[in-house]
């Protein structure tokens, strides 16, 4: 199958964040909780250009391993206001990570991530989806891999006539490892948060790490959408939630590739309370403190998805009305050929049950005299009615 479309660079992709403002920062103490409003969208267009595609060494075209180069412009047209001058109310984050003047945990060094949901469009799962299968998939911004199941057929928005499934993200990826034993091997052996982050919250902290500064960052869905209460009591949100599945992937079932994804992530810094050595007074208890909350959606376009489908559906479609075609063609000019020569032997006054004796009798001559004696005009056999058969045979 041609993977051209995968090459061509593509600005389809938009990116969105929304910031919590803390409305009554002045007022937050130990009976008034943080009330929280989202601002935005800030909405960038998301560039890619894929390029150094590298086929598989083995010759068989196996695996497919390409770079892809990544730019963001800032869409004004789009957005609320202007990213680089607006003005928020949040929580100080140099006073989160550190404690009388040290940074709380410098001894990790990772490679970066980016505060992105994630790059999920023309990814690949394993091929042959079908409706009940389970896919994990490993999402670089989580640092671990998230388990989707294929729930429902579904056309494609660029191209109706392509037939996609629709792989909805597993509620228990983000239950805390108590109330869902798997996640424990998510844990992480040192953390600046809880040793067991409750149901709601998985720990960034080491995957958002750049150089040796680990910032206490959480995610979770938009305003902690199957969080547990402790997590989502200690905040008011003032902005009404996204509709809608928060991660949900549409895949071509054949081929695996992901042709269309919604994701939505919100990250949240984690702030020990007063009551445990915490370094903000107004918070008694420990604190998952929202920060923002960003959303991707991807689709492939209309060229990409007309081309697939015409390799794996039109294409194949075509080739099998041509082979149907040509037995039909073949099977009709066998019953003509019949036909014909039902017709030749009835003006010769020959039945086809004459004809299937004489064919009949032949073998059965062959096999007792050979060839040569079954074509002889004298037959060495004392038998009447086959030395009329030989006779007629000559």
Not at 75 to 99: C, H, M, Q, R
Not at 156 to 161: I, V
Not at 368 to 388: H, L, M, T, Y
Request: aromatic share 12%; net charge neutral; charged share 20%.
């Amino acid at each position: 199958m041609s993977m051209d479309f995968l090459m061509q660079p593509s600005d389809k992709g938009l990116l969105k964040f929304w910031f919590f403002n803390v409305t009554n920062a002045d007022k937050i103490g130990p009976l008034v909780k943080p009330k929280l409003q989202a601002i935005g969208p800030y909405v960038y267009r998301e560039r890619t250009k894929p390029f150094d595609f590298r086929w598989s060494s083995d010759g068989k075209y196996t695996s497919l391993t390409y770079s892809i180069e990544v730019t963001y412009e800032f869409e004004k047209t789009l957005s609320v206001g202007d990213s680089e001058n607006d003005v928020l109310f949040t929580a100080k984050i140099p006073d989160i990570v550190t404690f009388k003047g040290n940074y709380l945990n410098n001894e990790y060094r990772l490679t970066h991530c980016n505060f992105y949901p994630l790059k999920i469009v023309n990814a690949f799962t394993p091929p042959d989806v079908t409706v009940g299968s389970y896919r994990d998939i490993f999402a670089e911004q989580l640092c671990r891999s998230i388990t989707f199941k294929v729930t429902d057929t579904l056309p494609h928005p660029s191209f109706e006539h392509f037939k996609v499934l629709k792989m909805s993200l597993l509620p228990e990826t983000f239950h805390s490892a108590i109330d869902y034993p798997p996640n424990r091997k998510y844990l992480l052996n040192s953390t600046v948060g809880p040793e067991v982050p409750p149901t709601g919250v998985v720990d960034l902290s080491k995957c958002l790490a750049v150089g040796n500064l680990q910032v206490p960052i959480f995610g979770s869905l938009p305003f902690f959408r199957d969080a547990s209460v402790e997590v989502s009591e200690k905040v008011d949100f003032l902005t009404t939630p996204p509709l809608g599945s928060d991660i949900d992937l549409k895949v071509e079932p054949q081929t695996g590739l992901i042709l269309e994804g919604s994701t939505r992530l919100q990250f949240n810094i984690y702030s020990r309370g007063s009551k445990n050595r915490g370094v903000f007074r107004e918070f008694p208890d420990d604190i998952f403190l929202p920060i923002a909350y960003a959303s991707t959606y991807q689709v492939g376009s209309k060229e990409e998805v007309e081309k697939l489908h015409y390799l794996l559906d039109f294409l194949p479609n075509v080739l099998m009305n041509l082979l149907l075609s040509l037995l039909c063609i073949a099977l009709l000019a066998i019953v003509s050929a019949l036909t014909i020569f039902y017709v030749l032997l009835n003006r010769v006054g020959i039945t086809f049950t004459y004809l299937f004796f004489i064919l009949r009798s032949k073998i059965y001559l062959q096999k007792i005299f050979g060839d040569d004696d079954a074509r002889s005009p004298v037959c060495n056999s004392n038998s009447k009615w086959v030395e009329q058969v030989a006779a007629c045979l000559r």
